[in-house]
Nanobody, 125 residues
Framework: QVQLVESGGGLVQAGGSLRLSCSAS????????MGWFRQAPGKEREFVAA????????YYTDSVKGRFTISRDNAKNTAYLHMNSLKPEDTAVYYC??????????????????WGQGTQVTVSS
């Protein structure tokens, strides 16, 4: 089992920044690719970003490219999502997820093995 706990969400004005953290425990963190997803009210959960287990290759959905950065610190068992130039349409509950897979993590949330409880991000206009 892997336990994931997100933190860092909150209320921010448009154009502002937030850094989300995902703290992992229970298994060897570096064995897991990590992903961030988000779900806005009335919408399906969507892929935001992902990072591979060790070499740190990153992947983003088009709407956040150039604004969001995913990273990880395997020594601290933590993944991060740095969000800049936030827009009202970024408002959602953000979830981190872990998948035990070599290579690029999937973009489908159903393929992940473990999930956090989510953290709310609200961007005001």
């Amino acid at each position: 089992q892997v336990q994931l706990v997100e933190s860092g969400g909150g209320l921010v004005q448009a154009g502002g920044s937030l850094r989300l953290s995902c703290s992992a425990s229970g298994r060897t963190f570096s064995n897991y690719g990590m992903g961030w997803f988000r779900q806005a009210p009335g919408k399906e959960r969507e892929f935001v970003a992902a990072i591979t287990r060790v070499d740190g290759s990153t992947y983003y959905t088009d709407s956040v490219k150039g604004r969001f950065t995913i990273s990880r610190d395997n020594a601290k068992n933590t993944a991060y999502l740095h969000m800049n130039s936030l827009k009202p349409e970024d408002t959602a509950v953000y979830y981190c997820a872990a998948v035990r897979r070599i290579g690029s993590p999937p973009r489908q949330w159903g393929e992940y093995d473990y999930w956090g409880q989510g953290t709310q991000v609200t961007v005001s206009s």
